[in-house]
């Protein structure tokens, strides 16, 4: 039983579109994490987000980066201008916040032509 | 700065015991995971040390010893379904984590 899901699993997109990734919690989680992974290399971490709000980000996570919960339930990931590199799986990961365990989602494969 | 090491790759026989070492050296430190990846997958996860000492979960233990930035993954009874990528990750504040490159795990019957 997954504890995310994302949609889509995979995404293909012109090199300067905008993409939006989504991620739905199984449950009720306050804790989320966007990881991506380039193929052949490490798991990198993007963004934390806690109670509706972006609570630790990485060098990655630059301006062409948002996200947000819409809804109060879907946790999107938005790419403002996709360039090659953002070529990747990015996965979307739930915790429940200090010293606890983080699940990953499916991932979605991003495809950047 | 933010150095996670582990070997890239090892081979072991089924029914074996294996031991993946990782270590690290990051600014800040709250705990240490471990995640089993294949293929095109996302990674699952195996362990969390916070203490120091060896946690024990079925065919999987870990070990940490925080003083020695030092952990290791031990899988006991191999199965060929353990072929796989491990992945070492050192969780700093704001529960980031930060990941070693992993390593990749051949079980040969």
């Known amino acids: 039983e997954p504890e995310v899901t994302q949609t889509p699993s995979h995404q293909v997109t012109q090199m300067g579109q905008e993409v939006i990734l989504r991620c739905v919690p199984i449950?009720?989680?306050?804790?989320f994490y966007w990881y991506r992974q380039i193929l052949g290399q490490k798991v990198e971490f993007l963004v934390s987000?806690?109670?509706?709000?972006?609570?630790?980000k990485s060098e990655i996570f630059d301006d062409q980066f948002s996200v947000e919960r819409p809804d109060g339930s879907n946790f999107t990931l938005k790419i403002r201008s996709t360039k090659l590199e953002d070529s990747a799986m990015y996965f979307c990961?739930?915790?429940?916040?200090?010293?606890?365990?983080?699940?990953f989602g499916p991932g979605t494969r991003l495809t950047v032509l | 700065g933010q150095n996670i090491d582990q070997p890239t790759e090892m081979t072991a026989t089924e029914g074996a015991i294996v031991q993946i070492n990782c270590t690290y050296q990051?600014?800040?430190?709250?705990?240490l995971f471990w995640y089993q990846q294949h293929a095109g997958e996302a990674p699952t996860f195996l362990s969390y040390?916070?203490?120091?000492g060896l946690e024990e979960k079925g065919r999987f233990s870990s070990f940490l010893s925080r003083s020695k930035g030092y952990s290791y993954l031990l899988l006991k009874e191999l199965q060929m379904k353990d072929s796989a990528s491990y992945l070492c990750?050192?969780?700093?504040?704001?529960?980031?984590?930060?990941f070693g490159g992993g390593t990749r795990l051949m079980v040969k019957p």
């Open positions: 990961a739930r915790g429940q916040g200090h010293d606890n365990e983080q699940f």
């Open positions: 449950s009720n989680h306050l804790y």
């Open positions: 987000f806690y109670n509706n709000e972006i609570s630790e």
């Open positions: 990051t600014s800040g430190f709250n705990g």
């Open positions: 040390n916070v203490l120091d």
């Open positions: 990750a050192v969780e700093k504040a704001g529960n980031m984590l930060t």
